[in-house]
């Protein structure tokens, strides 16, 4: 009996606590990312593609607030998987760039890294940023004066690993955006 009291408590924590707990913290920071597409869209070349000029840019997108901690306090970074994002760019009715961006997973700590090194990485991870590239016809933009003011139709989905679970969420919006050169 002396033996088996140990394991049924353990258990009787473990389910009734621990888990829950855990499930509640994983809800919590799941629905606390954010979502953010920057306000510029840096042109960064403009260069021939068979008979055509086409237009490079490049707009900033990023996952916020990644940083969590668990049932007992310890920071963790929320997985990001399977991460996509779209956009249109349009100008006067007429789409001047298309972006297609995808990550099989964004960064985290892998734990085994000792403490101080450990520690500022969830502190470099919770707010994670990415170049995403899009590509139009140059045409299009050519005659315009600088800075030219676009509205950014995106969308954007994930899965989010959590320390227990795991869900798929997707983004989407329009936001205004200035074409400039970088």
Not at 29 to 39: D, F, L, P, T
Not at 69 to 78: A, K, S, T
Not at 111 to 119: C, F, K, S, V
Not at 137 to 151: E, F, M, V
Request: charged share 20%; net charge negative; aromatic share 10%.
């Amino acid at each position: 009996m002396i033996i088996i009291f140990p394991s049924v408590f353990v258990y009787a924590r473990t389910a009734s606590v621990t888990i829950p707990k855990t499930d509640e913290l994983d809800f919590n920071a799941i629905h606390n990312i954010e979502m953010m597409v920057g306000k510029t869209a840096n042109l960064t070349k403009i260069g021939k593609a068979g008979a055509a000029e086409e237009a490079s840019y490049l707009v900033k997108v990023g996952m916020l607030h990644r940083k969590h901690v668990d049932w007992i306090g310890f920071p963790l970074i929320l997985g990001v998987d399977d991460f996509s994002f779209k956009a249109s760019g349009i100008y006067q009715n007429k789409v001047i760039f298309i972006c297609n961006h995808f990550e099989t997973s964004l960064p985290i700590p892998t734990g085994n890294e000792p403490w101080r090194t450990y520690l500022p990485l969830t502190d470099k991870y919770d707010n994670t940023f990415l170049d995403v590239s899009c590509y139009g016809d140059a045409s299009t933009i050519s005659r315009l004066p600088q800075p030219i003011p676009i509205t950014l139709t995106w969308s954007a989905s994930a899965t989010l690993v959590g320390d227990r679970n795991l869900q798929e969420l997707s983004w989407n919006s329009s936001q205004g955006v200035k074409i400039i050169h970088s």
